[in-house]
């Protein structure tokens, strides 16, 4: 069974830093593309960023492009997210994913930025 699971959100000033964890298992973490998608409250699912499996290639959407940071572990099976110069827009769930498109994805981790 696919798991993914979430952590590191929490409640931060504008201009904070959060990391995010997604603990994987069930699948061969080293061979899928990874991504991170968040949705605000009252709007749909929004891509945030894309891993390869080995992690040497990651895309980003502009709106966090050089203050979020996409990496993995493939020995710890853990996808992690970076995140600096956190704006109140920023203030989303944010989930992990397996595939592209996505096959699986976890609960999710509460992100909250305000002052």
């Known amino acids: 069974e696919v798991q993914l699971v979430e952590s590191g959100g929490g409640m931060v000033q504008p201009g904070g830093s959060l990391r995010l964890s997604c603990a994987a298992s069930?699948?061969?973490?080293?061979?899928?593309?990874m991504t991170w998608v968040r949705q605000a409250p009252g709007k749909g699912p929004e891509w945030g960023s894309i891993?390869?499996?080995?992690?040497?290639?990651?895309y980003y959407a502009d709106s966090i492009k050089g203050r979020f940071a996409i990496s993995r572990d493939n020995a710890k099976n853990t996808l992690y997210l970076p995140m600096n110069r956190l704006k109140p827009e920023d203030t989303a769930l944010y989930y992990c994913?397996?595939?592209?498109?996505?096959?699986?994805w976890g609960q999710g981790t509460q992100v909250t930025v305000s002052l």
């Open positions: 069930g699948f061969t973490f080293s061979t899928w593309d």
């Open positions: 994913g397996r595939g592209r498109p996505l096959l699986d």
């Open positions: 891993i390869g499996p080995s992690g040497d290639i990651a």
